[in-house]
């Protein structure tokens, strides 16, 4: 099977603009994560989504949103970027979420704000 | 919720050495534990879980972790290492009061040298 996967894969934009990240989960996969990765703060939830639904959200402010299409793709979106958005964005798929079950991580996509 | 905290930042080692990765973790009600390893420009890759049972866990490329709920650890470990593990290693915890999102720890560099 075809692992999780991310596009793109960099990403260039300035302060007060938009970008939309997509993530393709292994197929079967129904449940997608996202998380920050930087230096600072190192790995943070974002949100997850099973079934089109949001089922969890971390603690980011309400610029960062996402949703889930009927095929189980996600996108998240970043409005109004700030310098300390700049990061490693990750998108991981399972197939439910439930107890225990792995995590399978994309390859990122790295955001750079200027 | 659930935190992990990875005692090392940085651990330097020769090559067939043997190495342990420290990480405790905090929860009020029952976790589950992971280690998680990222290669230079890459994703995540699972190492290892532990969800009950056994408290000596066995993964991929040779590693294996303990859990010890009386001093809450879960250290990783390796007999001997290789160049090729040169990462950064992320322990985790997920639980059922955070959805089962993964907390994870800060990560520890593990720099294996000739």
């Known amino acids: 099977k075809a692992g999780v996967t991310q596009t793109p894969r960099y990403l260039i934009k300035t302060r007060g603009q938009q970008v939309t990240l997509s993530c393709s989960p292994i197929s079967g996969h129904r449940s997608v994560s996202w998380y920050q990765q930087t230096p600072g703060q190192g790995l943070q939830f974002l949100f997850e989504?099973?079934?089109?639904?949001?089922?969890n959200k971390g603690n980011f402010p309400g610029r960062f949103s996402g949703r889930q299409f009927s095929n189980s793709r996600s996108e998240m979106n970043v409005s109004t970027l700030e310098l300390g958005d700049s990061a490693l964005y990750l998108c991981?798929?399972?197939?439910?979420?439930?107890?225990?079950?792995?995590?399978?991580f994309g390859p990122g996509t790295r955001l750079l704000v200027l | 919720a659930q935190s992990v905290t990875q005692l090392d930042s940085q651990v330097p080692v020769f090559e067939e050495a043997p190495v342990e990765l420290r990480c405790n973790y905090s929860s009020s009600v029952s976790v589950y534990l992971f280690w998680y390893v990222q290669y230079p420009n890459q994703g995540l890759q699972l190492l290892l879980k532990?969800?009950?049972?056994?408290?000596l866990v066995k993964g991929i490329n040779g590693f294996e972790a303990e859990f010890n709920k009386s001093q809450t650890s879960f250290h990783l470990r390796k007999p001997s290492v290789h160049i090729s593990d040169t990462a950064e290693y992320f322990c985790?915890?997920?639980?059922?009061?955070?959805?089962?999102?993964?907390?994870f720890g800060k990560g520890t560099s593990l720099l294996v040298t000739p």
């Open positions: 989504y099973f079934s089109e639904t949001q089922r």
């Open positions: 985790a915890v997920s639980g059922s009061n955070s959805g089962y999102a993964l907390n």
């Open positions: 532990y969800l009950s049972g056994s408290t």
């Open positions: 991981a798929s399972s197939p439910t979420a439930g107890v225990g079950e792995t995590q399978y």
